[in-house]
C-alpha cells in the first residue's frame, strides 16, 4: 500500500499498524494476525535487547576494568591505564538497537524506549537501595558482603550512566533522524554511524567524568597528573565504541535491507520522499 504526503507522526503510525504494508516485488501481501506477529516480535526482540543491556551495563557496571594494553611489553609503567570497564561491553549495543528502531518504527518509538530504559535504571536501583537498608543477618548489622559491594559500585555505576544515559541516547536519536531528513532517506550508513559517534562521545566523557568525581571508582594512580589519564580513560572508551560502531554498519546494512521487506515497510527513501512531501 502506497499513500500520499504523511505527517512525520502519521508516517510512523503507518509503519507500526498492521492494517498498513508496503508493497515488495516477490513478496506476498501478510494477513494482519501476521504484519502484527512480526512487527510487534521485532520490536519486542530490539527493545529487549537495548533493555537486558542496560541491566548488565547497571550491575556488571564499574566492578571490574579491563586492561586494553595486556599485551604491550612496559604498558604498566604508563603514567596512565588503557582501560574500560566491563559494563561497557554490551553498551554500543543498545547504540544498535535504537538505530534500528529509529528506522523500521520512528522516532517516536525509539524515544519511549530510551524513557523505559530510565525507568529501569531506576527500578534496579529501589531494589538496590531497599536489599541494602533491609535488615539481614550480617555480624553485628555490617553492611559487608559481596551484595553491598555490588550495591555500592552499582549505585556508582548507575549515576553515572542515566545522567550519560539520557544525554546520549536521546542525542543519538535526533541526529539519526536529523541526518535521515537531512539525506531524504539516503545514506544508512551516515545516519548509523553519525549519530552513534556523536552520541557517544557525549556518553563516553559523561561516564568517565561523573564515575571519577561522584563514585571515586576509576583505575587512577594518585601519584600521576590527574587530566591526562581522564583524557585517556575518555579516549580509550570512545575508540572502543567508535570500532564497535563502525563494525556494526554492514549488520546494520543488511538487517534493515531484510527487515524492511519482512516487515513489509516501506524503503527508507520511499518513505522520507513522502513524509517530507
Known amino acids: 500500500m502506497r499513500s500520499s504526503a504523511l505527517s512525520p507522526e502519521a508516517a510512523e503510525d503507518q509503519q507500526i ?4 504494508q508496503w508493497s515488495h516485488e516477490g513478496l506476498a501481501a501478510l494477513s494482519e494476525a501476521e504484519l502484527y506477529r512480526r512487527r ?8 529487549g535487547l537495548f533493555l537486558g543491556s542496560m541491566v548488565m551495563l547497571n550491575i556488571l557496571g564499574i566492578s571490574r576494568f579491563l586492561n586494553l594494553a595486556f599485551f604491550i611489553e612496559g604498558a604498566e609503567d604508563w603514567s596512565y591505564k588503557l582501560a574500560i570497564a566491563v559494563g561497557v561491553l554490551p553498551y554500543p549495543l543498545t547504540f544498535l538497537c535504537t538505530d534500528f528502531i529509529s528506522e523500521l518504527y520512528g522516532r517516536r518509538r525509539a524515544s519511549a524506549v530510551v524513557w523505559v530504559g530510565l525507568l529501569l535504571n531506576l527500578w534496579v536501583a529501589a531494589i538496590l537501595w531497599l536489599g541494602g537498608i533491609w535488615p539481614g543477618f550480617e555480624p553485628g548489622g555490617l553492611q559487608e558482603g559481596v551484595f553491598f559491594d555490588v550495591r555500592r559500585l552499582a549505585f556508582g555505576a548507575m549515576t553515572a550512566s542515566m545522567v550519560a544515559y539520557m544525554a546520549a541516547q536521546l542525542v543519538d536519536v535526533h541526529v539519526f533522524h536529523f541526518w535521515k531528513r537531512l539525506t531524504r532517506g539516503r545514506h544508512l550508513w551516515l545516519r548509523n554511524n553519525g549519530s552513534t559517534l556523536v552520541s557517544q562521545l557525549v556518553d563516553t566523557i559523561a561516564v568517565i567524568l561523573i564515575t571519577h568525581y561522584y563514585a571515586g571508582a576509576l583505575p587512577i594512580d594518585e601519584k600521576s597528573a590527574l587530566m591526562p589519564q581522564l583524557i585517556a580513560l575518555i579516549a580509550t572508551g570512545y575508540v572502543f565504541k567508535a570500532v564497535v560502531a563502525a563494525l556494526d554498519t554492514l549488520p546494520f546494512y543488511l538487517g534493515t535491507a531484510w527487515l524492511v521487506r519482512y516487515l513489509r515497510l516501506p524503503p527508507a527513501a520511499a518513505d522520507a520522499q513522502e513524509t517530507a512531501a
Open 17 to 20: 499498524l498492521p492494517t498498513r
Open 40 to 47: 510487534e516480535g521485532i520490536f519486542l526482540l530490539l527493545a
